[in-house]
């Protein structure tokens, strides 16, 4: 792995920072969960000028009006977003948008891949069941073909935004006779449709991000059909080759490693040094952390597919997240678990929201069970039982 940058990358990277400066307010990063429709209206708005930019969809081809951008672009512009609090791309940009340029028809990347680019359509995931988490593979909800049309019958949870969305993309059960891989079909649905239902999670730190979104007798053309039918599973998987490092959500821990750094130094105490000693983990390991996911980078950009190595990444990014929280609320004491409500709370009760919130990190996008499960049969060779 090359440690140095290129006088192209070291320009692009100035060029990022200089446009995050003038157009995002730090002080604006709480609003990345979306805690409001007025908050969520301006990441929206920076989406558009990410769009302007060409960065939005900077990874795609130059053929659907992509920048063909490097992995190390990508990996430079994403490291400095989340350093600065900013919102990235990952939406539908990320996940729907190499499906369909892969699998979709000529007809569905004319109607969808522009706005998608032009972030004027809001996408959702409709993946995760509550019985098909972890074994995706297994859910149930159904679409069953009836003419030119689907009618899809069931329930998807921890869908992110649903609320918000113009759009879903999900996977339903086609053929429940076959093994469950392989009956699987992909389609993209307007979440206008009648019959769709969708209900906000409230979760523990009172976000209202995570929805559930219930499905009765569900009318969708089959030329919403994303490539053949009972064929969704493997081609779903064509957004997840796109690999992602997790280096956003690695670098918001230096944010917040900063931040409570700042709030030491500006304490009136004898005990700075040893206040200080209690986080250096965090310090040490942010730095581990990074280099896993740039380690991910430098394989894409050799043509190598990251398997365990993204894994690895992936468990030891988010238990650091988690590892931190736990720290720092050490660190400050009962004040620690002031909310943001409170006078007394430290830093605007910040970490005990960070606390409470992390919880799901490393559940979320592949349990850390499940990712060392990977690793140990993936990389170490193992056997599976």
């Known amino acids: 792995m090359d440690f140095s940058w290129s006088n192209e990358e ?24 979306g805690a409001d429709d007025n908050s969520f209206e301006d990441m929206r708005e920076f989406r558009h000028k990410l769009a302007e930019q060409g960065w939005l969809i900077m990874s795609w081809p130059k053929e659907y009006g992509g920048k063909n951008a490097s992995y190390m672009q990508q ?27 892969v699998h979709g028809t000529e007809e569905q990347k004319n109607n969808h891949l522009p706005p998608i680019a032009k ?32 009618i899809i019958n069931g329930q998807k949870i921890w869908s992110s935004n649903a609320h918000r969305s113009d759009w879903m993309h999900v996977l339903v059960r086609t053929d429940p006779d076959a093994p469950k891989h392989r009956g699987i079909s ?12 969708v209900r906000a999670i ?37 957004a997840l080759d796109f690999e992602r490092s997790g280096v956003h959500l690695v670098i918001g821990v230096k944010r917040k490693i900063d931040e409570i750094l700042k709030y030491i130094n500006e ?5 700075k040094f040893s206040l200080v000693k209690k986080i250096t983990n965090s310090i040490i390991e942010l730095e581990i952390a990074r280099l896993l996911s740039y380690r991910i980078t430098s394989m894409q950009s050799k043509g190598l597919v990251p398997n365990y190595e993204s894994s690895l990444a992936k468990t030891f990014g988010t238990e650091l997240i988690q590892k931190h929280a736990r720290r720092v609320i050490n660190l400050l004491g009962l004040y620690g678990g002031l909310a943001k409500n409170s006078k007394h ?33 993936r990389g170490l060779g193992l056997p599976r039982s």
């Open 186 to 197: 992909y389609i993209m649905l307007d979440l206008k449709t009648p019959g769709i239902n």
């Open 119 to 150: 972030a004027e359509v809001l996408w959702a995931q409709g993946y995760s069941e509550p019985g098909a988490g972890s074994d995706l593979a297994s859910l149930a909800t159904r679409a069953k073909k009836e003419g030119d049309f689907f």
């Open 345 to 377: 709370a430290p830093m605007n009760g910040i970490f005990c929201h960070e606390y409470v919130a992390m919880v799901g990190q490393t559940i979320q996008g592949g349990t850390s069970e499940i990712q060392r499960n990977i690793m140990a049969t």
């Open 75 to 101: 990996m430079i512009f994403k490291e400095e977003s989340a350093s600065y609090g900013a919102p990235t791309a990952g939406g539908a940009e990320d996940i729907l948008a190499p499906a369909l340029m």
């Open 267 to 271: 304490e009136k105490t004898n005990q």
């Open 202 to 238: 409230e979760q523990m730190h009172a976000r209202g991000g995570f929805n559930e979104v219930f499905f009765e007798d569900v009318k969708i053309p089959v030329a919403n059909l994303i490539g053949e039918e009972n064929r969704g599973w493997y081609i779903a998987m064509t």
């Open 10 to 33: 070291e320009d692009f990277r100035n060029t990022v920072i200089k446009f995050l400066k003038e157009n995002w307010d730090p002080s604006k990063s709480d609003l990345l969960e």
